[in-house]
């Protein structure tokens, strides 16, 4: 009874935070992976690993993360295809690039 418990909170907690398609890490000041494929609707997690804060910018302004603290997360659901060149605002060399088909 209480394992049965346990899975319905576990699903319950599931439900509310949709899966990312793809986690990107901000790590040494690159996006890693560099670049990326996924689909119309899918939601990618973007991890800051460093100790400095960074920011996830779309060069086209189609959105912005904000400061993103160290070992913060931020996630987006893309729901329009294209292709989308990342920077950040901090660290003008850091770039990466998302493809969305
Ligand atoms: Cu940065």
Same mark, same amino acid.
């Given at each position: 009874?209480?394992?049965?418990? /346990?899975?319905?909170?576990?699903?319950?907690? %599931?439900?509310?935070?949709?899966?990312? /398609?793809?986690?990107?890490?901000? =790590?040494? +000041? =690159? +996006? &890693?992976? /560099? #670049?990326?494929?996924? #689909? @119309?609707?899918?939601? @990618? *997690?973007?991890?800051?690993?460093? /100790?400095?804060?960074?920011?996830?910018? $779309?060069?086209?302004? $189609?959105?912005? #993360?904000?400061?993103?603290? *160290?070992? &913060?997360?931020?996630?987006? %659901?893309?729901? &329009?295809?294209? %292709?989308?060149?990342?920077?950040?605002?901090?660290?003008?060399?850091?770039?990466?690039?998302? %493809?969305?088909?």
């Amino acid at each position: 009874m209480k394992n049965a418990l /346990a899975i319905l909170a576990l699903a319950v907690l %599931t439900a509310a935070a949709p899966k990312p /398609a793809l986690v990107v890490h901000l =790590s040494d +000041f =690159s +996006f &890693k992976p /560099a #670049s990326a494929t996924v #689909s @119309v609707g899918d939601t @990618v *997690e973007f991890v800051n690993d460093d /100790a400095f804060p960074h920011t996830v910018t $779309a060069s086209s302004g $189609a959105f912005d #993360s904000g400061n993103l603290d *160290e070992h &913060k997360s931020w996630s987006y %659901t893309f729901k &329009k295809a294209g %292709t989308y060149a990342l920077m950040c605002t901090y660290h003008p060399n850091m770039k990466g690039m998302l %493809t969305v088909r």
